[in-house]
Nanobody, 123 residues
Framework: QVQLVESGGGLVQAGASLTLSCTSSGRTFSEYLMAWFRQAPGKEREFVAGINWSGRTTLYANSVKGRFTISQDNTKNTVHLQMNSLKPEDTAVYYC????????????????WGQGTQVTVSS
């Protein structure tokens, strides 16, 4: 059974940093894309950042570019999202996702999803 488990969420003040981690079990996501999405209350789930298996390609939503960094440790089947200079508008449930190569930004690309971790940024 494939599982993606996120960790690292929490409550922080604006300007602070957090690192989210996503660990996969049940299979190795060779040649898969890994990504982070987020969903704020009353809003649709949106793409935040993505990385391909080799790590050579990373993509970011414009709203987080320059503040967030996605990275992966393939030996540990773990993907990280380093979030700096957090803003109240970053408040959301953050989801890890894995899927075959395709459109990074599309929800339908991703076959596996974690349960989500809450990030709350106070002003």
């Amino acid at each position: 059974q494939v599982q993606l488990v996120e960790s690292g969420g929490g409550l922080v003040q604006a300007g602070a940093s957090l690192t989210l981690s996503c660990t996969s079990s049940g299979r190795t996501f060779s040649e898969y894309l890994m990504a982070w999405f987020r969903q704020a209350p009353g809003k649709e789930r949106e793409f935040v950042a993505g990385i391909n298996w080799s790590g050579r390609t990373t993509l970011y939503a414009n709203s987080v570019k320059g503040r967030f960094t996605i990275s992966q440790d393939n030996t540990k089947n773990t993907v990280h999202l380093q979030m700096n200079s957090l803003k109240p508008e970053d408040t959301a449930v953050y989801y890890c996702a894995a899927g075959p190569n395709g459109n990074y930004y599309s929800l339908s690309t991703y076959r596996y999803w974690g349960q989500g971790t809450q990030v709350t940024v106070s002003s």
